[in-house]
Structure formats: structure tokens, C-alpha cells
């Protein structure tokens, strides 16, 4: 393994570098394992509607706890998955789990306008990757209309044909939202041209409305309300952020001032007692 021949070769790496680069590849050791040993899991974040206060809906998180390295994040893993092409059949899992989670819901009576899965670019440039969703859909008996993905704007502008993408997930009738908007180079009057539902502003321009961040936050969500996006302010962690985004008529929020990602039957509670 290169990296491992690099760690015995190369003696400018400092202790930091080595203990990285071993992380590394330990985490890529165990993680083509992870999925037949049911390491992953799925946590759900509520999404709440800025003016009733209720949950409309829930964003899907992936977890994986590893039997030696314990639980590890999604920042750190979701990039080897990518390297490694892992993130299609993990995917695809992701996509199945969600699924089964909406049916088991919607049997249950608990009405979620949008379940929301984050799709990596990799998986979006997959040919078979609308074929493999619609398959899974039919298969678990959900209505398409009530799931969402989660793409960035570099997914967009980084892959050939995804008007043409996002077309086939038009007519497969699922909806598209743009996540971390406003961290790539996309313009709204482009993304206005695609079949996009959601623009999520990103969390760090909800960091910095105590300072300078109004401006910016005003605008994404004025423009987006006018050109019929639902917009969703994402990472709000304390009653002021809340207060002024529901006061600028943000449609709805996401953060931990509401709850954090949380287990499937944590959903069901806080559904409930919101009601
Ligand atoms: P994201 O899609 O932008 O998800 C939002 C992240 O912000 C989540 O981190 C969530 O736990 C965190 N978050 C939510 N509210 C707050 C808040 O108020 N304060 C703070 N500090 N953080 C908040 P998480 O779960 O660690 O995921 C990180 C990123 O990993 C995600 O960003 C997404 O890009 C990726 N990811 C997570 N799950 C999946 C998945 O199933 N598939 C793919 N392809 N990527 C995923
Ligand atoms: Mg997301
Ligand atoms: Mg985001
Ligand atoms: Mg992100």
C-alpha cells in the first residue's frame, strides 16, 4: 500500500504526519468492511418550519461506529468512501435504509412533507444512479415526491449533463435541493434554469449573522423566496439566529438550537410532542 511503503520510506514526515497517514489507512482497512459488519447507521435531523414551529421534514446523516476505531465522522470518512468508490454500494444502502425509514413512518402516520438524503458527486455521476432509485423507491413502496437529495453546487458544475441528471430525477418525481449554498460559484438566475426545489444556505453565513452576515443571508433568501426556491437556513444554534431568520421569512430552519441529529424513534417522540 502506498501509503504505508510512504510511512517506512520517507523520513521528513513529522510525528503528526505519521500518526495521520496511519489513521488513514487504517480507516481505509476497516472501511471496505464496514458495511458487512453493519457499521453504518442513520441519524435524522429535524427540519423545522420557521413559522408554525413544526417538524416538516428530516435530513438523513450517515454514523459509522467501528469496532477499532470507535465512532468517526463524516468529514474524516465520506472522502474515502469517495476515493474508494465505496460511496456507491454505501449509497445505495443510505438510499435502501432511508427508504424502508419513510415507509415505516408513513405506516405509522407521521407525516414528513420531505425526507432529505445527501448525495455525493461521485454518486450522482453514476449512469445507473436514477435507474438504481427509482428501483429502490418501488421496491420499498414510497411515494418519490416525498424524498429529497441533497447536492452541492460543485456537483453541479463539476459534471457533464446534470441538467440532463437532473431532468431524470424530475421525471422520476423527486426533489433536489442545493446543500452549503452560497460556498461555490453557482448563480441563482443559473440554478434557476434546473429543476432545483430547496437552496440550504450554509451554516457559516448563520455564524455570522452577529456580525456582518446580514447582507448576505437577506439576499439569498429574498432572491431565492422570488424565484420560487424553498429556502432552509441551516446550523442554528441559538434563539437570535432563529428570531431573525424567522423575521426575514426564512421558510425553515435545521440546527442544534432545535435538535441534533437524532435516532429514527427520537424522530417519532419529537414529532409528536411538536405537534
Ligand atoms: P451537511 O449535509 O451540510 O450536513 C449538515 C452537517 O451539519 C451535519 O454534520 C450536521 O450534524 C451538522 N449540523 C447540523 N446542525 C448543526 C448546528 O447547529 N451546529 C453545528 N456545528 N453543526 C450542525 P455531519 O452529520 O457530521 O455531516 C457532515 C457532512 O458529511 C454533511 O454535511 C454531508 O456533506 C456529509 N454527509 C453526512 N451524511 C452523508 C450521507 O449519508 N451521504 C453523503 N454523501 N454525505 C453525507
Ligand atoms: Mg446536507
Ligand atoms: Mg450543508
Ligand atoms: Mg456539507
Not at 218 to 224: A, K, L, R
Not at 231 to 247: M, T
Request: charged share 25%; with cysteine; glycine share 6%.
Amino acid at each position: 500500500h502506498a501509503k504505508k511503503q510512504g510511512r517506512n520510506q520517507f523520513h521528513f514526515h513529522t510525528d503528526n504526519q505519521e500518526r495521520e497517514l496511519e489513521r488513514t489507512y487504517q480507516i481505509e482497512l476497516e472501511i471496505h468492511e464496514a458495511l458487512e459488519r453493519n457499521e453504518f447507521s442513520l441519524v435524522y435531523q429535524p427540519l423545522i418550519n420557521l413559522r408554525t414551529n413544526k417538524i416538516v421534514g428530516v435530513e438523513s446523516l450517515l454514523r459509522w461506529d467501528n469496532r477499532l476505531l470507535g465512532r468517526i465522522s463524516p468529514a474524516e470518512f465520506i472522502p474515502i468512501l469517495e476515493e474508494t468508490g465505496l460511496i456507491i454500494p454505501v449509497g445505495k444502502w443510505i438510499l435502501q435504509s432511508v427508504s424502508i425509514q419513510m415507509k415505516s413512518w408513513q405506516e405509522q402516520g407521521l407525516f414528513l412533507q420531505r425526507v432529505s438524503v445527501n448525495v455525493s458527486p461521485i454518486q450522482f455521476q453514476d449512469p445507473y444512479f436514477v435507474a438504481d432509485l427509482k428501483k429502490i423507491l418501488h421496491k420499498a413502496e414510497v411515494d418519490p415526491s416525498y424524498l429529497e437529495l441533497e447536492i452541492t453546487e460543485g456537483t453541479l458544475l463539476d459534471i457533464d449533463d446534470s441538467a440532463k441528471k437532473l431532468h431524470d430525477l424530475q421525471d422520476l418525481g423527486v426533489k433536489v435541493s442545493i446543500d452549503d449554498f452560497g460556498t461555490g460559484y453557482s448563480s441563482l438566475s443559473y440554478l434557476k434554469q434546473l429543476p432545483i426545489d430547496t437552496l440550504k444556505i450554509d451554516k457559516s453565513f448563520i455564524d455570522d449573522l452577529d456580525r456582518d452576515g446580514k447582507i448576505i443571508v437577506n439576499t439569498i433568501i429574498s432572491m431565492g423566496k422570488n424565484l420560487q426556491f424553498r429556502v432552509i437556513a441551516e446550523g442554528i444554534e441559538n434563539s437570535d439566529q432563529f428570531k431573525y431568520l424567522k423575521q426575514q421569512q426564512c421558510h425553515e430552519g435545521q440546527g442544534y438550537f432545535f435538535s441534533r441529529p437524532v435516532e429514527s424513534d427520537k424522530i417519532e417522540e419529537l414529532y409528536y410532542s411538536l405537534q
